[in-house]
């Protein structure tokens, strides 16, 4: 089976690589820094991969974006999405519930072992899905986030409804435009909502 590695840590994939491979079961068909390469290799391949292991740190890049657009090159070529197991040192409630909303088949803290990376391999393959038992965060459940904004939130909120662009919103805050983008998508994973005009009746 071949996997698609999307990570920016060298040593680690050199770890990653070596526990699949010398299963014999698996091959990495490619490895990716950022969201374009991941993107271009996934494009000029001729098939996907069985499986794509995915950071959510990449740079400048959030990891989660990547679940979208893969949703939406399969939905185009009509084909299967592969299972995508994220392994992050990022595994709070909110990333974890993120992950999986978007499509994401499993959660792997970065801290676990070789079996431990087998196993949730095992697990989203079989189409199973798979958090990291160490992260102590259940299917369905709730978490204080969802009921409450950050102080940054509530201020792009409030720049929203004032009909400030992402551009504006970053100059106000002295934030970059992707740190923008980032608060918006939490806003509306909070939320349920789906555009700009929703947040005005926050």
Request: charged residues 20%.
């Amino acid at each position: 089976m071949e996997v698609l590695l999307i990570d920016d840590h060298p040593m680690l994939n050199v770890g990653i690589i070596s526990i699949l491979e010398n299963t014999g079961l698996f091959t990495v068909c490619g490895q990716a820094a950022s969201l374009e390469q991941a993107m271009n290799t996934i494009e000029e391949s001729e098939t996907l991969p069985s499986l794509i292991i995915l950071d959510l740190l990449l740079g400048e890049d959030n990891g989660l974006d990547f679940l979208p657009m893969l949703e939406k090159f399969c939905c185009n070529k009509k084909i299967p999405k592969p299972p995508v197991l994220v392994c992050s040192a990022l595994g709070d409630s909110f990333k974890v519930h993120s992950a999986l909303k978007l499509g994401a088949s499993g959660f792997l803290s970065k801290t676990g072992g070789k079996a431990e990376l087998l196993d949730a391999i095992g697990a989203v393959l079989s189409g199973k899905t798979y958090i990291s038992s160490e992260l102590n965060i259940k299917l369905g459940e709730k978490t204080p986030l969802y009921a409450k904004f950050s102080k940054r939130e509530t201020n792009v909120i409030d720049l929203i409804k004032q009909n400030k662009t992402n551009k504006q919103i970053a100059g106000l805050l002295s934030i970059n435009l992707r740190t923008v983008e980032n608060y918006i998508s939490r806003i509306y994973f909070k939320t349920g909502f789906s555009c700009r005009e929703e947040v005005h009746k926050l």
